[in-house]
């Protein structure tokens, strides 16, 4: 159960796009559409923020949008806020029905 | 609206034992599975376990397999994360979330934090 590679920080300027990616293998990430992402703020609770590769659930800007290729996903957020600064995980289900999670991707709006 | 209360964190030494809970309202409990996640200080979130809506089925992270064990009182809405060998690499801030039936965790608590030191 090795975690999902996810770069350690990404940043970019308020307005621009950036893109997140989390790489796992055909174990996981490549093996169903069951990936999700979640933003992380220190000392809150985690928020759902896609599901199934592409979803967004209710409430959640269509700022954020996921996709993925092979054994990569990736979220990208555009349009830039400063509240957007946070730390982004991505997790994935298994074929050996456990979950695993990206070491975690930090944020900043510069 | 769904809320998760996690509670049973503390110090514990190593070797020791330790049960958390997880109380869940706003909802109909017994229909959902529910997971416990865990995030070590300074470090990324790490899924533990996840089981089932109906209790059946039980899936563990390699780290705890043998060690910890996930069950739930759907009488008492809460799912419970039974600790026991506890190793001070165990000290992490735990949190229970919902299994959201879309291969998601769609609610999560505040988490519990729980220390293994002599």
């Known amino acids: 159960q090795s975690a999902l590679t996810q770069p350690a920080s990404v940043s970019g300027s308020p307005g621009q796009s950036i893109t997140i990616s989390c790489t796992g293998t055909?174990?996981?990430?490549?093996?169903?559409?069951?990936v999700s992402w979640y933003q992380h703020y220190p000392g809150k609770a985690p928020k759902l923020m896609i599901f199934e590769v592409t979803n967004r659930p209710s409430g959640v800007p269509d700022r954020f949008s996921g996709s993925k290729s092979g054994n990569t996903a990736s979220l990208t957020i555009s349009g830039l806020r400063a509240e957007d600064e946070a730390a982004y995980y991505c997790?994935?289900?298994?074929?050996?029905?456990?979950?695993?999670f990206g070491g975690g991707a930090m944020l900043t709006v510069l | 609206q769904v809320q998760l209360v996690e509670s049973g964190g503390g110090v514990v030494q190593p070797g020791r034992s330790l049960r958390l809970s997880c109380a869940a309202s706003g909802y109909t409990f017994s229909t959902y599975g529910m997971h416990w996640v865990r995030q070590p200080p300074g470090k990324g979130l790490e899924w533990v376990a996840l089981?089932?809506?109906?209790?059946?089925?039980?899936y563990y992270a390699d780290s705890v397999r043998g060690r910890f064990t996930i069950s739930r009182d759907d009488s008492k809405n809460t799912v419970y994360l039974q600790m026991n060998s506890l190793r001070p690499e165990d000290r992490a801030v735990y949190y229970c979330?919902?299994?959201?039936?879309?291969?998601?965790?769609?609610?999560w608590g505040q988490g519990t934090l729980v220390t293994v030191s002599s």
């Open positions: 979330a919902r299994d959201s039936r879309k291969w998601a965790l769609d609610y």
């Open positions: 055909s174990s996981d990430v490549g093996a169903y559409n069951h």
């Open positions: 089981i089932s809506d109906d209790g059946r089925k039980k």
């Open positions: 997790t994935s289900y298994t074929t050996s029905g456990t979950w695993v």
